[in-house]
């Protein structure tokens, strides 16, 4: 079939107007970061399932692949076509309904171009709670979420996007379509199709819909802001925490001083405690932790036993100095101190970005050894380190030595400080990706660190459920 | 290779008296419920996982096929040889030690054969909770949990075994070793080979050691009994205690009056509320609950929270009388009524067992269209309804009708109760297996219910995986 028989095909599957070729495609054809730029065939925009099936099933016939493709939020360029002008990018985002909530059973059916921040917003409305939230909230989709198996702040408690989903809607790279949501907390029927889909980045199958998990909300939320003397006394915070708010916590956040003095710097109308006013804090709290207490009760039980908590990490030694928020504004304006590392980096100049996981029994010990690696090896590197402590998870950032050029800093340093932390993570039996996904980014990664045998099997599993390799090819497992 | 050679290859693996050949195999050869009696070339008991990739290695060599066991405990016949004589029972048993404990990380890393019981008292000698509980657990082991996605009674809060587990070590149909055993709760690195394994029944591979969850345990538990005018009623108290318990509601099973009235027939014993004092309550109230509920504060707030529940479904409506035990003891024996539900109805006399799911919310109208449908169609048949209401999770057993021969019964109307009992799970979207698995009994439920999309892909994904086939054939996937 040639290009134009195939667009032709595609325009009667979904409608002219949704098979877009011309113009700039450039939110389609690079990646979040700009760091891609691709060239697609054309950016096709299916309004159903049944669409998506028959946008696979001419693409499968034409021989030619495939990029799904949701709010193109992702870090890890795994839905970003490539410059050859022939593939597909698949976008979902107009799958975009809200197909069943069912109060009584805590669940909700969505297709996968519905935006996260909507569906929390949604399950808000129903007296409900949708706990995945992450920075990217207000224009990522669920379906991208389930295609990377997101994390974010709230996994301490709920897990990640794998955890909250119940079943799938997939299309297949045969274009079949597999309807699996019943939305079954329990169902032993043959292997775990749903978890494999979860994660494998649009390589396996088009997710278009999932049931997921929705819970009551808390009566109450309360947010505190720890200085602790060490990453050790963090780790034993968490224990502490866990021990005497149980599945209350459900958030438990690390920063660096570091970290926080570049939000002081670029965000100078925030109020970040623990830092410029005693200045001194920095040496004897080189961290500090925000805290999140979820109470099924009221907001003076979930103070109470906040303060219990703080009381018994002030005796043991592990907090030195500690805030609880009084109000819903100035829980926010804490988080805010928290989400606005990223952009604090940014204004700062160019920088190395991380996502690590590492046993959080390990994390003390992996930090010393990898601080002192890149400080030894890289005069005058300064790191940016904060991240999801309650899932091991640290974003282990490099920023470009104070004064250096930063694109020559990374032109040179790149590679190097990249091994230096993934060398370290390995070391400590982390992991590379702790849940940004490998994309085509980290292909390289995934080769490198990923066990041999568990290599062979993923590749066995991509050549028999998608023997023609059309589905984003590129993507998790490298070229052949 | 001839079977002799083989034998003596095995013999040298795993040594002489690890390789069973004559005497009394049953416990090996036959499955729980004495349904199906095997004959196997022998029983392996390898002492380790290196031992565990000789036995598979010489048994590929060999083409002999390999049936993985643990506590061989399982109901859905998934761990015995067939009658040929020519199969390898390979026992995991002998693999039990307890590799790590990790108590900052919440984890511990136990080797397949270790019984699940060994296993709570070890987490609780730590002050730790691993929260998997389930009737078995005196003799199943964790290899056997994981092979069979286990479920039990606390998986409200804590969900299924694959929701317990972090990673695995697997050895291959090929006999190489995966060693997925880091312990992350983040890690986003390639497609989840874990839950593919997990619920495969060992027809992908062995389990021979996994990374699970613990929790810190809870400061009191208390255990309530309440008597609900409805299934509706019942489903209304679920929601209730989800949004005032929270994470607290660590049980939540129902158990219909018939049930509850074989109980009180064989174990006079024991005393269970609201049916043989109050006679008349079994008409106002046709079901009871145990409603668990676990706090990490006290259990002075543990009671109070669980008065305030009752109070509010007492005014709702959906409760009509209720009891909270004063006592450890008081609790426990609560429990234990609806722990002699299975043996009282073995007491009782024969009967067919179901195991099935459907979502909260279609519980009542399921069970209203079940019991209308089996009443109609099979006159006197008796309905044993109970079980994990907070999961969907029904064991809607079917009692032979009182007098009439059992085993003619079981001989003429087995396969018509089945019948009716899927076709309306069937029809309310539900699932024939649970938590139960599939096993070699249920692979043509699975050819009949399950998606042909799904089926196809989980051939493929078994033919990928094994392609010689030797992985416990005949079970999940029914033979070619």
Redesign the interface.
Same mark, same amino acid.
């Given at each position: 079939m040639t290009s134009t028989a195939l667009l032709e095909s595609l325009r009667q599957i979904v409608g002219a107007p949704h098979v877009l070729t011309d113009g700039d495609l450039s939110a389609y054809e690079q990646d979040w970061r700009k760091r891609v730029h691709g060239k697609s065939l054309a950016v096709v925009r299916p309004g159903n399932t049944a669409e998506v099936a028959g946008v696979i099933k001419a693409c499968a016939a034409a021989g030619v692949q495939i990029v799904p493709q949701g709010g193109n939020t992702g870090l890890s360029v795994g839905s970003t076509p490539d410059d050859s002008g022939r593939q597909i990018v698949l976008s979902l985002t107009r799958l975009n309904a809200v197909r069943h909530i069912?109060? $009584?059973? @805590?669940?909700f059916t969505v297709e996968a171009g519905c935006i996260l921040q909507n569906l929390q917003e949604l399950a808000d409305q129903q007296g409900l709670l949708f706990p995945l939230s992450l920075a990217a909230e207000g224009s990522c989709t669920i379906g991208g979420n389930l295609g990377?198996?997101a994390?974010g702040t709230q996994?301490v408690?709920y897990?990640?996007t794998?955890?909250l989903c119940l079943g799938l809607e997939v299309v297949?790279p045969q274009g /079949?379509?597999?309807?699996?949501l019943?939305?079954?907390?329990?169902?032993?029927?043959?292997?775990? !199709?749903r $978890?494999?889909f979860?994660? %494998?980045e649009g390589t396996?199958g088009i997710i278009t819909a999932a049931t997921m998990k929705l819970?009551?909300q808390?009566a109450a939320q309360l947010t505190a802001f720890a200085a602790v003397p060490s990453m050790e006394a963090a780790?034993r915070l968490?224990?502490l925490a866990?021990?005497?708010?149980?599945?209350?916590l459900t958030g438990f956040e690390v920063m660096g001083q570091f970290a926080l003095s570049l939000v002081v710097k670029h965000m100078p109308q925030l109020r970040v405690p623990f830092t410029e006013k005693e200045a001194d804090m920095g040496d004897e709290a080189p961290y500090c932790v925000l805290l999140e207490n #979820?109470?099924? /009760?009221s907001e003076q039980h979930a103070r109470l036993?906040f303060e219990h908590l703080l009381e018994l990490a002030f005796e043991d030694g592990c907090v030195v100095n500690a805030v609880v928020a009084e109000s819903l504004t100035q829980a926010h304006d804490l988080w805010h101190i928290r989400e606005s590392i990223p952009l604090a980096q940014a204004e700062e100049g160019l920088n190395i970005k991380h996502d690590i996981?590492?046993?959080? #029994?390990?994390i003390p010990a992996f930090v010393e050894h990898a601080d002192a690696v890149l400080k030894r090896e890289i005069p005058g590197v300064r790191l940016v380190n904060f991240g999801?402590l309650g $899932?091991?998870?640290l974003h282990y950032n490099v920023q470009v030595p104070e004064g250096e050029d930063g694109k020559a800093f990374l032109r040179d340093k790149e590679a190097l400080v990249n091994h230096l932390v993934y060398e370290a993570v390995d070391a400590f039996?982390? #992991?590379? %990706?702790? /849940?940004?996904?490998?994309g085509a980014l980290k292909t390289d990664?995934?080769e490198k660190?990923? #066990?041999p045998?568990? !290599?062979?099997?993923?590749r066995?599993?991509?050549?028999? @459920?998608d023997p023609q390799g059309i589905m984003n090819p590129g993507v998790? !497992?490298a070229r052949g």
């Open positions: 069912d109060k $009584d059973n @805590l669940t990377t198996n994390g996994v408690r897990g990640n794998r955890d297949t /079949e379509i597999w309807d699996g019943k939305g079954l907390r329990k169902d032993n029927t043959g292997y775990d !199709l $978890d494999l979860i994660g %494998s396996l819970f009551p808390p780790v968490l224990g866990h021990q005497h708010l149980g599945a209350g #979820s109470d099924s /009760e036993r996981s590492v046993a959080a #029994s390990r999801h $899932d091991g998870n039996g982390g #992991s590379f %990706s702790a /849940e940004h996904g490998v990664k995934l660190y990923q #066990s045998v568990a !290599l062979q099997m993923m066995a599993i991509k050549n028999a @459920l998790v !497992l």
